[in-house]
């Protein structure tokens, strides 16, 4: 294997979740927040979560205080603890292969881990080795580079026996800060402003997931 460690990203990079689960609650807790706000297309939601990212979406742009940021969290942990994402096709497979062959799965995520544990339970029967979620301190986050550094402590790891996988800036901003290879999950793409972002500034830009198979596998 080219990569001792994969550091994937949950949403839209492993599962189906943003068009589903996210974009709808906070539509949601918008409508109740921000009556008087139009609200923003998924389109916008995506580029917002793109740059500058969610939380300075929230607390910069729409101006949320504590307690609203509080009641947007509950809306939205009701819907990630109701439904289940499902894994883009050919994702069960491919982590279970990597695992079987000695490699190491973390997940740096902005969904809580709970969460991510239950999917990965439910869609490939595995647990990843390392998962770095919401719940965790803001330091220990991506963009943060806590997830890299802790998986290389961990489980004695070079740079370059790590690859990061992600749909969005903040993975990307991550894995340079390291400077580990940083594989764009272009499969979940819709944006042509996020598609010539990526493609720009990433080792890989990937189009499926049997692209990302035949550089791991």
Not at 41 to 68: R, V
Not at 121 to 129: E, Q, R, V
Request: a negative charge.
């Amino acid at each position: 294997m080219k990569y001792k460690c994969l550091i994937l990203d949950h949403d839209d990079t492993v599962t189906i979740s943003t068009p589903n689960i996210h974009y709808p609650s906070f539509v949601e807790a918008l409508k109740i927040l921000r009556p008087n706000t139009k609200i923003i297309t998924l389109e916008e939601f995506i580029s917002s979560c793109f740059n500058p990212g969610f939380s300075e979406l929230c607390k910069d742009i729409l101006k949320f205080n504590k307690e609203e940021q509080a009641y947007q969290y509950k809306i939205w942990s009701s819907y990630t603890k109701s439904k289940i994402p499902d894994f883009y096709p050919g994702f069960p497979e491919l982590i279970k292969e990597f695992k079987n062959l000695g490699g190491v799965i973390c997940v740096a995520s902005h969904s809580e881990s709970e969460q991510i544990q239950r999917d990965y339970k439910i869609n490939c029967g595995i647990l990843p080795d390392k998962i770095f979620g919401w719940d965790l301190e803001d330091y220990k986050r991506k963009p943060n580079p806590y997830p890299i550094r802790e998986a290389m402590k961990t489980f004695n790891l070079n740079k370059e026996d790590i690859l990061v996988v992600d749909d969005l800036k903040p993975g990307l901003d991550m894995a340079r800060t390291c400077n580990v290879d940083f594989a764009s999950a272009g499969w979940s793409h819709i944006i042509p402003e996020i598609i010539d972002f990526m493609k720009e500034n990433s080792n890989y830009y990937l189009s499926s997931v049997d692209e990302l198979r035949n550089i791991i596998l």
